[in-house]
Nanobody, 124 residues
Framework: VQLQASGGGLVQAGGSLRLSCAAS????????MAWFRQIPGKERELVSA????????YYADSVRGRFTISTDNAANTVYLQMNSLKPEDTAVYFCALDHPPYGNMWIPGGYDYWGQGTQVTVSS
C-alpha cells in the first residue's frame, strides 16, 4: 500500500487548508485511515481518524470543531479540512492506514502504512 499525502502549505492564522491522502496498491474491504502530526522534538500525535465507510470519525480535543475528516471511497482518498488554523497547528502532517486486526488507533505503532509528511505552517 502506498499513501500519497498532499495539500500542506503556509497560511495565516484563521485560514484554512485541506490535506489529501490517496491510497493505492493493495486494497482492503475495511480500514482505518488517520492523520497524525509531529513537531520537532515531540512525539507524533493523532489528529483525526476515519473508518473506510466514513461511519466513525475520531478527533483530538485540540482540533475538534475546527477540523473535519472525510473519505472518498471511489478515489481511495481521505481528506482533512482544517479551518480556523492556529499557529500551534504548525507541524508535519502524516497520513496512516491500519487494517484488521486493528491496533491502538491513538498511537503511531497502531498503523501499518504511512505516507510521507506534508508541512503545514500557520503564521500569527
Amino acid at each position: 500500500v502506498q499513501l500519497q499525502a498532499s495539500g500542506g502549505g503556509l497560511v495565516q492564522a484563521g485560514g484554512s487548508l485541506r490535506l489529501s491522502c490517496a491510497a493505492s496498491g493493495r486494497t482492503f474491504s475495511s480500514f482505518l485511515m488517520a492523520w497524525f502530526r509531529q513537531i520537532p522534538g515531540k512525539e507524533r500525535e493523532l489528529v483525526s481518524a476515519i473508518t473506510r465507510s466514513g461511519g466513525s470519525t475520531y478527533y483530538a480535543d485540540s482540533v475538534r470543531g475546527r477540523f473535519t475528516i472525510s473519505t472518498d471511497n471511489a478515489a481511495n482518498t481521505v481528506y482533512l479540512q482544517m479551518n480556523s488554523l492556529k499557529p500551534e497547528d504548525t507541524a508535519v502532517y502524516f497520513c496512516a492506514l491500519d487494517h484488521p486486526p486493528y491496533g491502538n488507533m491513538w498511537i503511531p505503532g497502531g498503523y501499518d502504512y504511512w505516507g510521507q509528511g506534508t508541512q503545514v505552517t500557520v503564521s500569527s
